[in-house]
């Protein structure tokens, strides 16, 4: 089971409807139960359609992390650290996938925030030292990954120091239509790929779409 935790905002539940709608089985955690339940609630009535044997349920970032095979870090930054402090134990051995992209907004403007660990990739990776922490998923548009008819064509790259927790990950990506992994290295990588994230937004305001990235000669 894969486990959103913070899944209820846009990135969360975008990711898990593209999965579930894949087939994975997913758990969408929150602060609030009711708010997980309800996130759950609405990508079943997206999903129960195509496919009925999957799993999909929701309940408190706890829960989550505790239900799950593989987590999804998807918490604003701000809080990125302290909820991940609460859920060391739950998340021993696990591979955790940190979708955090640090970001401020000042005057309309839109930069990334300098993380003191790098990244916040390596970040979760010191807090979750017995966990296997990857970087992924950090420039794909929450607005067309929740928007099921939309076709994503992307590339997301994927950095983290365990080689099977990378695969897994790619994997997982390429689950999605016409998106493809691609293996980004070390988790020190993680950085670069998450400060690109702010250049896309800001790209995205000029042209008043929802851009993403492709990796050409390989």
């Known amino acids: 089971m894969l486990g959103f935790i913070g899944g209820t905002g846009p990135e969360g539940r975008g990711l898990a409807l593209r999965l579930a709608i894949a087939g994975e089985s997913i758990f969408i955690g929150s602060r609030s139960e009711a708010n997980g339940v309800d996130a759950a609630n609405s990508i079943v009535s997206i999903t129960s359609e195509t496919d009925s044997s999957r799993l999909i349920r929701g309940g408190t970032n706890e829960d989550c992390a505790y239900e799950c095979d593989i ?15 609460t859920l060391n134990q739950a998340l021993v051995g696990k591979t955790v996938i940190d979708v955090v992209a640090p970001l401020k907004f000042t005057k309309g403007e839109i930069s ?3 993380v003191p660990e790098g990244s916040a990739a390596e970040q979760a990776q010191n807090v979750l030292t017995s966990s296997k922490v990857v970087g992924a998923f950090h420039n794909i548009s929450a607005q067309d990954l929740l928007d099921p008819a939309k076709v994503i064509e992307s590339d997301v790259v994927v950095c983290s120091d365990d080689e099977k927790a990378k695969l897994t990950t790619i994997y997982l990506a ?3 239509n016409n998106i493809r992994g691609i293996d980004g290295g070390n988790l020190k990588n993680s950085k670069y ?18 851009s993403s990235i492709k990796i050409s000669g390989i």
């Not at 987590?71 to 402090?85: E, I």
């Open 112 to 114: 990334s925030v300098q």
């Open 71 to 85: 987590a999804f870090v998807c918490v604003p930054y701000s809080g990125h650290k302290d909820t991940l402090s």
């Open 174 to 176: 390429e689950k999605i």
């Open 193 to 210: 790929v998450e400060d690109l994230t702010a250049l896309l937004l800001n790209i995205n305001k000029i042209y008043k779409g929802h």
